[in-house]
């Protein structure tokens, strides 16, 4: 194990014995087992279809246009790999009209924070990305507006995927790395949407589908062939989990065999969690909606609060909670009892009041809040993020927490860096080097049953955001080591089970994101009280 995580274990023993003027005790807490680190809990906000690039691609130089929230970086700031000028005035991406001419990045202002959704399908995607040329984006995933206001050639043509926030509408984001730690090369452990993005999260594993309702090749892909040669599928887009009561009868549907991390803690006695909006189908809106139905309204319209392919653990039958059972008690949040481990949001609250949040909870936003275009903006998503993380930084808890912002794909917004290849595929879906290519996927990760090489898993995929939020997060950071969704999977393994892998998962190739923490010493005086609507700072306790 690593020289600081030795360190690191001496000083979580002095502080769990040592009152200090700041805050209070480590120990207690939910979580259940020893730790490799001082983080007692783990908290991943896993938000929606973003890249590195639509939120952060000219940080931290933002525009502060009149009107709009201020941001003016520390003058330390270290740079990121963003948009530099050739980027930004003589960008290789073909205009989607006519085939040629390019199509430039621009910015989006926060009155234009709502936006059509782009194409973020794992073929398509591939072959955006045009063998590393990264210039064929608006051709294969970009869409028009809105917002009516943007540039005529973007409204004209699938160039909006260009767009790109700064610092004066994603101003908490910002403001979060100027304090904390932020990765600019961190990557989808695969290409594709959602529910891919979700299920590398927690198990780092597409392979293995046991089961399937309503099939379609555009939701599972040739997986190649388990040990005893009999066909396997590879999730691939965005199926309902099967056995959920809010799953659409008429959409595509599947299940999973293999494991999840859900299934880790439990055989650790590790308190754990998912919390996601909606879940709970017995509350009533403000607005009369309820059950499956319940609904909220943000910038951009109204939607549904729980979307049932974003649920991380409801497609596994041993972490599933298919009709949404309700906890026995408050003091079953993150143990096992009817709820099987998957809560409501308003649980999670709950939990903080009562000072009993598990070691490890994974937090989907109602859908208006989670950032994902076409439902959510980033205005309603940083109203939730920032309300959250507030919530948790005036809490006992934070002395031993990290937080993590991460998302589960890029929804088609354009990045300028080539992802890494670190496992080739040769499936139908394929389309990164070619028809039904990714590669040869002669040396793919394995799957579960005995599957040598499962197919299917192209990656790394998009560059997506990543943010640590902590006492122990080094401050004003940007890490540069290569990391990916279940680089978080790896952490969770490393501090409570002792590195356990997943066969066959991401987990194994995943680079630790250890490099965004400073586990020698805590930052007593870390608290960045935020504005949730404009994201400035109310409070900062610099230290």
């Known amino acids: 194990m690593h020289h600081r995580i030795t360190r690191?274990?001496?000083?979580?023993?002095?502080?769990a014995i040592t009152l200090t003027p700041?805050?209070?005790?480590?120990?207690?807490?939910?979580?259940?087992?020893?730790?490799?680190?001082?983080?007692?809990?783990?908290?991943?906000?896993?938000?929606?279809?973003?890249?590195?690039?639509?939120?952060?691609?000219?940080?931290?130089?933002?525009?502060?246009?009149?009107?709009?929230?201020?941001f003016n970086a520390k003058s330390n700031t270290p740079t990121v790999n963003g948009y530099g000028p050739a980027l930004l005035v003589n960008n290789p991406n073909l205009n989607a009209a006519n085939g040629k001419g390019a199509t430039n990045p621009f910015r989006l202002s926060r009155s234009q924070a709502v936006t059509?959704?782009?194409?973020?399908?794992?073929?398509?995607?591939?072959?955006?990305?045009?063998?590393?040329?990264?210039?064929?984006?608006?051709?294969?995933?970009?869409s028009a507006g809105p917002p009516p206001n943007a540039p005529p050639m973007v409204l004209s043509t699938n160039g909006l995927n260009l767009g790109y926030f700064d610092g004066n509408t994603v101003t908490?984001?910002?403001?979060?790395?100027?304090?904390?730690?932020?990765?600019?090369?961190?990557?989808?452990?695969?290409?594709?949407?959602?529910?891919?993005?979700?299920?590398?999260?927690?198990?780092?594993q597409t392979n293995g589908v046991s089961e399937?309702?309503?099939?379609?090749?555009?939701?599972?892909?040739?997986?190649?062939?388990?040990?005893?040669?009999?066909?396997?599928?590879?999730?691939?887009?965005?199926?309902?989990?099967?056995?959920?009561?809010?799953?659409?009868?008429?959409?595509?549907?599947?299940?999973?065999?293999?494991?999840?991390?859900?299934?880790?803690?439990?055989?650790?006695?590790?308190?754990?969690?998912?919390?996601?909006?909606?879940?709970?189908?017995?509350?009533?809106?403000?607005?009369g909606t309820t059950g499956c139905s319940r609904s909220s309204t943000g910038l951009a319209g109204t939607t549904a609060d729980y979307i049932p392919h974003h649920a991380f653990f409801q497609y596994w039958a041993s972490t599933a909670n298919p009709m949404h059972t309700r906890p026995a008690n408050a003091a079953e949040i993150g143990n096992n009892g009817?709820?099987?481990?998957?809560?409501?949001?308003?649980?999670?609250?709950?939990?903080?009041?009562?000072?009993?949040i598990p070691a490890v909870s994974f937090i989907k936003a109602p859908a208006i809040q989670d950032g994902h275009a076409g439902y959510s903006d980033p205005l309603d998503e940083q109203t939730f993020v920032v309300n959250l993380i507030n919530m948790l930084q005036n809490s006992d808890e934070w002395y031993s927490t990290a937080v993590i912002i991460a998302y589960d794909d890029s929804d088609g917004w354009y990045d300028h860096q080539m992802s890494p290849i670190v496992n080739q595929s040769a499936s139908p879906a394929d389309t990164l080097t070619g028809l039904g290519s990714c590669g040869n996927g002669s040396l793919a990760l394995?799957?579960?049953?005995?599957?040598?090489?499962?197919?299917?898993?192209?990656?790394?995929?998009?560059?997506?955001?990543?943010?640590?939020?902590?006492?122990?997060?080094?401050?004003?950071?940007?890490?540069h080591s290569l990391t990916d969704q279940s680089s978080v999977l790896r952490f969770i393994e490393d501090n409570w089970l002792q590195s356990q892998r997943i066969d066959g998962s991401f987990d194994s190739v995943s680079g630790p994101i250890d490099y965004m923490f400073d586990f020698d010493h805590f930052r007593y005086n870390s608290q960045l009280i935020l504005d949730p609507g404009t994201g400035e700072v109310v409070t900062c306790n610099e230290d």
Not at 28 to 52: C, M, W, Y
Not at 175 to 185: E, I
Not at 446 to 475: D, E, T, Y
Request: overall charge negative.
């Open 446 to 479: 394995g799957g579960p049953n005995g599957n040598p090489h499962a197919q299917g898993r192209c990656g790394f995929g998009p560059r997506l955001p990543l943010l640590v939020i902590s006492g122990f997060a080094k401050k004003n950071f940007v890490d």
């Open 172 to 204: 908490a984001f910002w403001n979060y790395a100027q304090h904390f730690a932020l990765s600019d090369n961190s990557y989808g452990s695969t290409f594709g949407p959602s529910t891919v993005g979700l299920i590398n999260l927690v198990s780092g």
């Open 338 to 356: 009817p709820a099987n481990h998957n809560y409501d949001i308003n649980d999670f609250y709950q939990a903080i009041k009562t000072h009993n």
């Open 116 to 142: 059509s959704d782009q194409n973020h399908a794992y073929g398509p995607e591939q072959s955006a990305f045009h063998m590393g040329l990264m210039d064929l984006f608006p051709l294969h995933v970009g």
């Open 212 to 287: 399937v309702l309503n099939p379609s090749s555009s939701f599972e892909t040739d997986g190649g062939p388990d040990g005893n040669g009999n066909p396997t599928l590879t999730v691939v887009n965005d199926p309902d989990p099967i056995g959920d009561a809010c799953a659409n009868p008429n959409r595509n549907q599947a299940q999973l065999s293999g494991k999840n991390i859900g299934d880790l803690l439990n055989q650790a006695g590790v308190s754990w969690g998912s919390f996601m909006g909606g879940f709970d189908l017995a509350t009533m809106n403000s607005n």
């Open 8 to 15: 690191a274990l001496a000083i979580a023993a002095a502080i």
């Open 22 to 70: 700041a805050g209070p005790v480590f120990g207690n807490d939910n979580s259940r087992g020893d730790t490799a680190t001082p983080i007692k809990h783990l908290v991943v906000i896993f938000q929606e279809n973003i890249s590195f690039d639509h939120y952060f691609g000219t940080y931290p130089s933002a525009q502060n246009l009149q009107g709009e929230p201020q």
